[in-house]
Nanobody, 121 residues
């Protein structure tokens, strides 16, 4: 059974920090590249950071130098450390495989519930 459970979001002032976590089912975490995605109101969901099974990383230009993605393969857990947060980082953040996991039983891409990050003074 596919499971992606994001946590760690919240309200933070500009310049603040947050650490997001994602608990994933072993079946999809252990062999896949993983990523953090976000979707702001009225905008398309976008990949902001990705990490391969061996730890190679990639970042969207908008978050380079501020976000750090990491994974603990023993715990099937994905992390996103975010610093120097800006109001434009406000979005619902999701974790998923990279590319996103297609659930054949659902005939659609599977997404967890996400975690809300709000950057505001």
């Amino acid at each position: 059974q596919v499971q992606l459970v994001e946590s760690g979001g919240g309200l933070v002032q500009p310049g603040g920090s947050l650490r997001l976590s994602c608990a994933a089912s072993a079946g999809i975490f252990s062999i896949n590249a993983m990523g953090w995605y976000r979707q702001a109101p009225g905008k398309q969901r976008e990949l902001v950071a990705g990490i391969g099974w061996a730890g190679n990383t990639k970042y969207a230009d908008s978050v380079k130098g501020r976000f750090t993605i990491s994974r603990d393969n023993a715990k099937n857990t994905l992390y996103l450390q975010m610093i120097s947060l800006k109001p434009e980082d406000t979005a619902v953040y999701y974790c998923n495989t990279d590319p996103p996991y297609y659930a054949h039983s659902m005939r659609s891409v599977y997404w967890g519930q996400g975690t809300q990050v709000t950057v505001s003074s």
